[in-house]
């Protein structure tokens, strides 16, 4: 198979139309966990001035590595603000039929109104959502029931419905967690979370803890969820081939800032942000016994960020000016986008090099699940 010919079965999906609008928006977002302990306050700055804008219909991708603040960004744009998570400026808005909502204003009963049958989360562990003294059937019901009028008899017969639609056996409903593999409670933690055709679905690491051949069924059931509705998912995950595979556009997140965003296919074929590139090349590959190079150094703590760009402690690329000034996010120079989103990057030294072949070959692929 060529590079082009994988890319295009790995990255490419239905194209999302050009003209739709945004589901969500986030503007200067800033979600800081601040807490005081014995006369001492700490704050961690873990979204730290971020923008961005979902479409209605597309898989939008967060990536970065662990600690860099996708799973806090997630909670900003789901609105599920606890201490000491604390919104410090910015907003986040949905735009559905009946107009824009404020995200981070809502009432409990605002969210109850809209949580589920509108938007919908699905988390990262499904034995953490699953009742383990209860069959899958009684927690369909308990779900459903809890938000529209039914009979027990209409809404297991309802469960039993969306499963099949979505390829998975109706035995399932018949057991309890325990008795389901990882691959298959995590299955049925996404129907569970979609059964009431939600507009938009946020995805917290939903391929975590699973080995690559469960991990395609699992991407393979996401797209056919959203394909169905044609819902928009936010997808987040710290795997780059998850990403290829199933998103449309991917937005880099290091140290709490926003660093690159583009579409699939353009992130794995010309990133231009040498975190970007750094995680792509860091990815292993089979037959390769070459060594793999990670990325220099560690994120650094986010109660006491360095000054500039905050990847600047790592970069090879780093003059005085990314150790003085944050570079800000703009779109690449010279690419045309369309009416599209733009290809957008935050650095002062961007790299303008395509990665070689094998890369992004290796990272569209993914065995099948059986």
């Known amino acids: 198979m060529s590079p082009e010919t994988a890319a295009s079965a790995g990255m490419e999906q239905a194209r999302v139309n050009e003209e739709a609008r945004n589901v969500v928006e986030a503007e200067g977002l800033k979600a800081w966990y601040i807490t005081q302990a014995y006369g001492v306050e700490r704050t961690v700055k873990a979204v730290d001035d971020l923008t961005l804008a979902i479409r209605e219909g597309e898989i939008y991708g967060i990536a970065g590595e662990s600690g860099c603040g996708k799973s806090t960004l997630l909670k900003a744009l789901l609105g599920e603000i606890v201490s000491p998570l604390t919104i410090v400026g910015g907003k986040v808005e949905y735009d559905f039929d009946a107009g824009k909502i404020d995200a981070l204003k809502q009432t409990e009963e605002d969210r109850e109104a809209i949580r589920w049958r509108r938007v919908s989360y699905i988390p990262q562990g499904s034995m953490h959502v699953l009742n383990p003294v209860r069959r899958i059937r009684d927690t369909f019901h308990d779900f459903i029931a809890a938000h529209q009028e039914t009979t027990r008899e209409q809404s297991i017969e309802m469960a039993r419905n969306y499963l099949q639609e979505l390829g998975l056996r109706e035995g ?55 394909k169905r509705e044609n819902s928009t998912l936010v997808l987040v995950t710290h795997d780059m081939g998850v990403h290829a595979n199933l998103t449309n556009r991917v937005a880099v997140l290091y140290a709490g800032n926003l660093v690159e965003e583009a579409d699939t296919s353009t992130i794995f074929r010309r990133p231009r942000h040498p975190y970007t590139r750094y995680l792509i090349e860091s990815l292993p590959r089979m037959g390769d016994r070459s060594e793999r190079v990670g990325i220099p150094g560690r994120p650094p703590a986010l109660d006491n960020p360095p000054d500039g760009c905050r990847f600047h402690p790592r970069c090879p690329l780093a003059t005085d000016i990314c150790r003085q000034e944050v570079p800000p996010l703009l779109p690449v120079e010279g690419i045309g986008n369309g009416t599209g989103p733009p290809h957008r990057v935050a650095c002062f030294h961007q790299v303008d090099a395509p990665l070689e072949a094998g890369e992004i070959e290796h990272a569209a692929e993914m065995p099948h699940a059986d």
Do not use: C, W
């Open 172 to 226: 399932v409903l018949g057991n309890y967690p325990h008795q389901l593999s990882g691959g298959m409670r995590q299955r049925v933690t996404i129907a569970l979370a979609t059964i009431l055709t939600p507009r938009l679905i946020f995805a917290d690491e939903p391929t975590t803890a699973l080995d690559v051949v469960v991990q395609r069924g699992v991407i393979e059931l996401l797209k056919e969820v959203q």
